[in-house]
Structure formats: C-alpha cells, structure tokens
T-cell receptor
C-alpha cells in the first residue's frame, strides 16, 4: 500500500533564508507525487507535482521539489522564504496505474519569521 | 467558474442529529472525494466517487454515507452524529485518476462541531 511521511511537524525559518520541507514515500511502482499548501481557514491549494522526467519540478509561488528515487524522497524547497509562505504543507502520493485516490501526509507547519 | 464549493461553511450539531454536506463542482470532473482533517492526522479519505451513480469507501467511512446522483454534486451524510465526527470536512474533485496524475482541486471546507 502507498504511504507518505512528513517527518517534521513544524519547520521554522528566517525570512530570506532557503527553506526545505521534507517528504518521503512508499509505493510499489513509480509514484505520482504532489505538494499542496493550506493557508489558515482555507482549502488546500495545488503547488506542484512530479509525474515523470526531470527530477526537479518547479511550481507556484517560487517553490520547487526534487524527486529522489533512491532515497524515496520528494522534498519541497524555496531559495528565499517569505513571511507569506507561512502555512501548512501537505505531501501526497498516488501509486499508478490503479484508480487509487491520493494519500496525504500529516502535514508540516512552516513558520517564516521576519 | 466557481471551482469546488461546499455548503454549509459551519455547522453545530447535537449528538444523534443528522445532516448532509453538499459539494458542487463546475469543472465537469469525473472524480469527487470527501476528506476529514483533524489536528495531527492530516487528511483522511472518507468516501469517493469515480462517476455519477458510483461511490467507494475510503480510509475512514464508518458513520458516513454518500451519494452522487448528479455528476456535479457529491453529498456526505451523517445519520447520527457523534462527537468523534467533529472535524473540518473537505471536498475535492479531479478530472480522472485512471492512471493519470490528475490534480485534485479542493473546496474551502466545512467546520462541523458535534456537541
């Protein structure tokens, strides 16, 4: 069965510093991987996804993620954090080709301090 | 284009009461999903639908029922609410998940409190 882990409940970073939010996954085949962001009292918003091809995926708001098959990881990164990036971030995985819905991690709360 | 909408936004129930949450999407998506979000638990799938007239159980289906009578609507019902069902409920939709890496689009959520 597919699963995803976000090992950090909370990540704190100073504004202007690079940020990383970690995600590891477990699937039987080649995964489809997603990152979503949730701002307070809002629904989840799609940031980026990895299907195949280039291991570095670029998404919305300057975020990017690197797929590493050997380490089964898909860490979210941004070169320079903004206070407005403070939110709850979810990693999700799907194990194709079945009709299985996405499986979400428990989320990582990112706080960017001015 | 409103995307995914949910009704109501907030609701307080007493134990044993029933209610229905409505999700609507205007993107002609085949797949629809209901999740609940609890602190420290992430999002857990309750039920989902792969098309009009079909539904399937997710990770935490007990105590909930669903119906998909129209392609654009997905209803989540609580027949006899319990305090353990206090949560934030999110609906999502996607074009298709048949081997495709389709993005799921989420509604704004319904905050339900069961006293």
């Amino acid at each position: 069965a597919q699963s995803v882990a976000q090992p950090e409940d909370q990540v704190n970073v100073a504004e202007g510093n690079p940020l990383t939010v970690k995600c590891t996954y477990s699937v039987s085949g080649n995964p489809y991987l997603f990152w979503y962001v949730q701002y307070p009292n809002r629904g989840l918003q799609f940031l980026l996804k990895y299907i195949t091809g280039d291991n570095l995926v670029k998404g919305s708001y300057g975020f990017e993620a690197e797929f590493n098959k050997s380490q089964t990881s898909f860490h979210l990164k941004k070169p320079s954090a903004l206070v407005s990036d403070s939110a709850l971030y979810f990693c999700a995985v799907r194990d194709p080709p079945g009709n299985t819905p996405l499986v979400f991690g428990k989320g990582t709360r990112l706080s960017v301090i001015a | 284009n409103a995307g995914v909408t949910q009704t109501p936004k907030f609701r307080v129930l007493k134990t044993g009461q029933s209610m229905t949450l409505l999700c609507a999407q205007d993107m002609n998506h085949e797949y629809m999903y209901w999740y609940r979000q609890d602190p420290g638990m992430g999002l857990r799938l309750i039920h989902y639908s792969v098309g009009e007239g079909t539904t399937a159980k997710g990770e935490v289906p007990d105590g909930y029922n669903v119906s998909r009578l129209k392609k654009q609507n997905f209803l989540l019902g609580l027949e006899s609410a319990a305090p353990s069902q206090t949560s934030v409920y999110f609906c999502a939709s996607s074009y298709s998940s048949r081997g495709y890496a389709d993005t799921q689009y989420f509604g704004p959520g319904t905050r339900l409190t069961v006293l």
